[in-house]
């Protein structure tokens, strides 16, 4: 009997070999607009949380295009408004406010943003803080960007007090005080200063501005990078308690670079490579755990859609599992993060490496374009490529040569796939073997693609032997990743033994004599079953070959005992076995005439009492005449009545004990009525003598 494998363990199989490929970087998608709208989800009273996390909130539905309801935009403006209206509002409060104004167009009366940007200006005047220069040069440009006229009249003043706080690495301090530089802080620092040159009626001294340009070289030279191209920031030697994290560093130097770079004239020195690692390292964050990184990620894609230093353009695959057995085609798509068209360009398959990074062919194939699907493909067939995984290299190139100014493709972008297939399985035997001679004396052919059922029986002196081979479809050898051969014995004692393969051959002989504690001496029946699995392998099975009698000797004292087997915790409820009683035979019993007459004989005390109250001459001559004791009277008898039909009721029905209990009431009764019967019969008796 035949089955696939089951579907976890398939599951399981396909992504302990697809993990290092799992992390695709792929464009923003659906995908991310369903993470927003759940991180980004509003609390039990409406709302969408504090100042902060509602621009958050905003902004990002905003650059993803989801469509919210209107009542939170209602409950965010008038958050916003009443921040921008309160006169305790700090620099902080007021920049979150005006972004939400912003984003949401609010539509705040201009007296109030008048007032708010006096407020800002004030504390552009008075602070030395990093932090209060952002949020309120932040709060100015928002204000502006909303069509309100604001001007920094003393721009140039404000440029040179940020950058004071610069450091020779290209980091920033967060003020005159703080000893250690931040990465973070070098992100929102050149935001303020791009802010400071929007906001100035004049301009900034450009020398000012080329020394900012050669601190960001020097902080792009303390970026980090993994080995397939992904680039990110991080802290170095900073306190815990200011650290961010690589997603909030690298979110705060992409909008501090962009923001600057719009804002200046000519180009920043930043390589391609570069922008497009911070890309694929955004890009492969997948789908974000909190709604922080989910606003860092998308308001950073967002600016790396449209900037003035390289724009990236991302090369993924739609699928990186290809079949030989369906004839797939290898399908390349380039697009930019949000996945918009990519300008004309050609991708050609440069190198594919095996696994090992053996070079598998060097052929340069250019891949054809389908415009209509905005898709590059190409048939794998002419490649000769067999199963397993694959590192394949292509290589990108623009067609105008001006776009190379304005996008970056990386040069060579690697992306592994895995290639599939049916598995060719043949030569298949199992038999049993003499220990000693290693002759055989009984062998089966099995063809393990088509139902079978064998039946051997072997003792503890002989070997099982099983065989097979595998080949490729382009036949080579396979190896699998799971082969296991699995002896299940009568008792659910289960033995799993890993087929070895050598050249294009898997072999396993069991030794029996050798196997007999781990076999805990079991004689018996056992099923055998194989299993063949590769997340390659199309055709991978889960077989049962048949059974096995296996006579094996009687285990010494001292043998090891088998396992005790896991009870199932949901057995208890299930139905269970029906419980069939086995009643005592009833003991033989007298024939019905002796049973009749020894009634008869257990009548004869009655009728004796019957007969004995006729010779005393019973009579009711002495009977009480009055209510009183006539009412005492009946009643005695009748409870003499009553404990005559108890004796009749023990007899026929009754338990002793239960009998004893009416009796108890019964005899308390009768004393009761009794002795005031008889007392009357006493006095009357007396009278009658004395008259």
């Known amino acids: 009997m035949v089955w696939r494998l089951p579907p976890l363990a398939a599951v399981l199989l396909v992504a302990a070999v697809v993990a290092p490929i799992s992390s695709a970087v792929?464009?923003?998608?659906?995908?991310?607009?369903?993470?927003?709208?759940?991180?980004?989800?509003?609390?039990?009273?409406?709302?969408?949380?504090?100042?902060?996390?509602?621009?958050?909130?905003?902004?990002?539905?905003?650059?993803?295009?989801?469509?919210?309801?209107?009542?939170?935009?209602?409950?965010?403006?008038?958050?916003?408004?009443?921040?921008?209206?309160?006169?305790?509002?700090?620099?902080?409060?007021?920049?979150?406010?005006?972004?939400?104004?912003?984003?949401?167009?609010?539509?705040?009366?201009?007296?109030?943003?008048?007032?708010?940007?006096?407020?800002?200006?004030?504390?552009?005047?008075?602070?030395?803080?990093?932090?209060e220069f952002y949020y309120s040069v932040g709060g100015l440009l928002s204000i502006k960007e909303q069509g309100h006229n604001v001007v920094l009249s003393d721009a140039d003043n404000t440029f040179h007090a940020i950058k004071a706080l610069s450091q020779s690495d290209g980091r920033w301090r967060y003020d005159t005080n703080s000893a250690e530089s931040s990465t973070f802080a070098a992100g929102i620092a050149l935001e303020a200063l791009a802010g400071v040159i929007s906001l100035s009626d004049a301009e900034i001294d450009p020398s000012m501005i080329g020394v900012v340009k050669n601190d960001i070289v020097k902080l792009f030279g303390t970026i980090k990078s993994y080995d397939d191209g992904t680039f990110y920031f991080d802290e170095k030697h900073i306190d815990g308690s200011e650290y961010k994290g690589p997603i909030t560093t690298s979110a705060s130097v992409v909008r501090g670079v962009t923001?600057?770079?719009?804002?200046?004239?000519?180009?920043?020195?930043?390589p391609g490579e570069k922008i497009l690692g911070l890309a694929k390292f955004f890009l492969g964050i997948g789908l974000p755990g909190s709604s922080k990184d989910c606003f860092n990620q998308i308001e950073s894609l967002s600016l790396l859609e449209k900037n003035r230093v390289f724009v990236p353009l991302i090369l993924s695959l739609p699928s990186k599992v290809l079949s030989l057995t369906s004839k797939d085609q290898l399908k390349v798509e380039v697009t930019t993060v949000f996945g918009s068209a990519a300008p004309p360009l050609r991708v050609n398959l440069v190198q594919v490496l095996g696994s090992d990074s053996k070079v598998i062919t060097i052929d340069n194939k250019e891949l054809q374009f389908d415009p209509e699907n905005n898709v590059h493909y190409l048939d794998i067939a002419p490649l000769k490529i067999d199963v397993g995984k694959y590192s394949l290299v292509f290589e990108i190139s623009l067609q105008d040569p001006e776009h190379e100014t304005v996008y970056t493709t990386g040069g060579r972008n690697t992306e592994t796939v895995v290639v599939t297939g049916l598995i060719k399985v043949d030569k298949a035997e199992i038999g049993i073997a003499e220990n000693d001679a290693g002759t055989v004396e009984s062998v089966e052919k099995l063809d393990l693609l088509k139902d079978t059922e064998i039946s051997l029986s072997a003792n503890h002196l002989q070997k099982l032997r099983l065989s097979f081979q595998l080949a490729t479809p382009l036949g080579r050898t396979f190896k699998p990743h799971q082969v296991f051969l699995k002896l299940k014995h009568e008792s659910k004692v289960e033995h799993i033994f890993v087929v070895p393969g050598s050249a294009r051959q898997f072999k396993i002989v069991l030794d029996f004599l050798g196997l007999l504690e781990k076999f805990y001496y079991l004689s018996g029946r056992y099923d055998l079953e194989l299993s063949v699995g590769d997340a390659s392998m199309e055709n991978s099975f889960l077989r049962a070959l048949g059974h096995l009698e296996l006579d094996l000797p009687e285990a010494p004292e001292k043998a090891p005992r088998p396992p005790a087997q896991a009870v199932d915790p949901l057995a208890k409820f299930r139905p269970q076995k029906e419980i069939s009683h086995i009643f005592r035979s009833p003991e033989k019993r007298p024939p019905k005439e002796v049973s009749l007459a020894f009634t008869g004989v257990t009548l004869l005390p009655f009728i004796g009492f019957l007969i004995g109250l006729l010779r005393l001459g019973v009579n009711m001559k002495n009977f009480p005449s009055l209510p009183g004791p006539a009412a005492f009277a009946s009643l005695f008898h009748v409870g003499i009545g009553a404990v005559l039909l108890l004796y009749v009721l023990f007899w026929v029905k009754l338990d002793l004990f239960t009998t004893l209990k009416y009796l108890g009431f019964l005899s308390v009764f009768l004393v009761f009525v009794g002795h005031s019967a008889l007392s009357y019969l006493s006095s009357t008796s007396a009278k009658q003598k004395t008259a």
């Open 26 to 131: 792929r464009p923003v998608s659906d995908a991310h607009r369903s993470a927003a709208v759940e991180l980004f989800a509003a609390s039990s009273d409406g709302s969408l949380g504090d100042l902060e996390t509602t621009y958050e909130a905003v902004s990002t539905f905003k650059i993803l295009g989801v469509q919210k309801d209107k009542s939170l935009d209602g409950k965010a403006c008038k958050l916003a408004t009443n921040t921008l209206s309160s006169a305790s509002s700090s620099a902080k409060d007021l920049f979150h406010g005006a972004r939400i104004g912003g984003v949401l167009g609010c539509g705040i009366d201009a007296g109030v943003y008048d007032d708010v940007a006096s407020r800002l200006k004030a504390v552009i005047k008075d602070t030395n803080s990093l932090l």
């Open 259 to 270: 923001s600057f770079a719009d804002v200046i004239s000519g180009k920043l020195n930043i």
